[in-house]
Nanobody, 125 residues
């Protein structure tokens, strides 16, 4: 079993920044997804368990940065730094973890086994 605990989020103005955190209890690939009301959950970013490989949705590339920091051999915190926020970034953000290879499959939410509780991000103009 893998535990994921999210924190961060909140409100920001257009062009502002927010940082999300996700504490994970083991070495595992981690992804960030978001879901706006009435829309499907969509991929935002993912990071390999080593922290050396990352991937981003085109909509956030150049504005969001995913990173990972290990506390010990297993426990790690995964960050999603969100800069130059836009109103369309408003959504509930979820971190997820899964036993899957780093590749195209990690862009699909059904490939993940464990999910955080979600945190709201609201960007206003």
């Amino acid at each position: 079993q893998v535990q994921l605990v999210e924190s961060g989020g909140g409100e920001a103005q257009v062009g502002g920044s927010l940082r999300l955190s996700c504490e994970v209890s083991r070495r595992i690939l981690v992804g960030w997804f978001r879901q706006a009301p009435g829309k499907e959950r969509e991929f935002v970013a993912a990071i390999h368990s080593s922290g050396t490989k990352t991937d981003y949705a085109d909509s956030v590339k150049g504005r969001f940065t995913i990173s990972k920091a290990y506390k010990d051999n297993f426990k790690n915190t995964n960050y999603l730094q969100m800069n130059n926020l836009k109103t369309e970034d408003t959504a509930t953000y979820y971190c997820a973890a899964g036993v899957l290879n780093f590749g195209s499959a990690m862009r699909f939410p059904d490939q993940y086994d464990y999910w955080g509780q979600g945190t709201q991000v609201t960007v206003s103009s």
